[in-house]
């Protein structure tokens, strides 16, 4: 049980990536607050954990509003007694579509949820593990971060920007005994992509082509690296 004793954040972990790394820091020993968006989301991924074994709460909260997330943070702080670890996994997309067809707004909507939620969920976990002197957080961005992708001109930026906040805030707080990293996932085989793959935005073959193991990972693989990353191995 590596997070037997650690109180644990992930933020948009109702389904897909974020519920497995939920279910996974459960699996640890850790006590998981699941957020997102709609309550109902939340507490499914929290049951799961209860009846488990687990300990888990649920949280509907608006990651794009820095006052939701405060007063998230202060009710995991309150029920759990207390914040070790912060996963920044809450995230959306766009129509992948030429970018002189894109719409403005979905560029903003996009920006607010990947970067501007991780930025404000980093300060308000920041106010309870700097005074502590110890905290772990991971940012889940994207292998659309470290490479040009044709009509992915909102979605990329917004991860390659969330990658050098990582960096950003690993230097700067690194001296209060924070370690602050990211994982970037290609292409994983949540329900959303399996979607995309029915209705032919991807190709499969055409993927897998470009992954050198031949195989897509799956939002359990992304767990795996993140428990890494928050646990004292990686310290």
Known sequence: MRFGDRKVLVTGSGRGIGQAIALAFAAEGAAVAVNAAHLATAEDTATRIREAGGQAIAIEADVTSEEQVERMVQRVVQELGGLDILVNNAGTSHPIIPTLEQKTADFD????????????????????????????????????????????TGYAPSKAAMINMTMALA??????????????????????????????????EALLKRTALGRLSTPEDVATAVLFLASDEAR
């Not at 308000?124 to 905290?135: D, F, N, R």
């Open 109 to 152: 909507r996009v920006i607010a949820t990947n970067l501007r939620s991780a930025y404000i969920c980093c300060k308000a976990a920041g106010k309870v593990m700097v005074p502590q002197h110890s905290g772990k957080i991971v940012n889940v961005a994207s292998i659309s971060g470290l490479a040009g992708q044709p009509m992915r």
């Open 171 to 204: 230097v700067e707080w690194g001296r209060e005994g924070i370690n602050v990293n990211a994982v970037s996932p290609g292409h994983v085989l949540t329900d959303l992509v399996r979607g995309s793959i029915a209705k032919g935005v991807f190709s499969e």
